[in-house]
């Protein structure tokens, strides 16, 4: 896939669960990278590109869990070409939870940088 992210992402490991926004039902889902505007999110039942998605997971440290609003830009259905999953676009995030994740990338990068 080529590069058209406006943000650099960061490779984690956090569970949550998304939804379709045309359906209340939540699927199970890892979030293997996340940035500012997006994240890519592994699942064995990743959305069509375009679908309106909502993404829940809880951020290590923090109690309440982080809601984003995205639309999937790719996925992956194929094993033998990568991970299974989609690369979601962040559409609409509350101001508390975008500055959750920036504190929490923050750590990631000092982290990162100087060993802590």
């Known amino acids: 896939m080529p590069e058209n992210r406006g943000h650099k992402r960061y490779n984690i490991r956090i569970y949550g669960v998304f939804s379709k926004d045309i359906d209340l039902e939540q699927t199970d889902m890892m979030l293997a990278n996340l940035g500012i505007g997006g994240a890519f999110i592994k699942t064995d039942k990743p959305a069509v590109p375009g ?7 809880y951020l290590p440290g923090r109690d309440i869990p982080v809601s984003v609003s995205g639309e999937v830009a790719w996925w992956q259905t194929d094993p033998a070409k990568g991970s299974v999953g989609m690369g979601v676009k962040f559409t609409a995030v509350q101001e508390a939870d975008l500055e959750a994740i920036k504190k929490y990338i923050e750590g990631l990068v000092a982290a990162d940088l100087f060993g802590e």
């Open 51 to 57: 679908t309106s998605v909502t993404l829940r997971f």
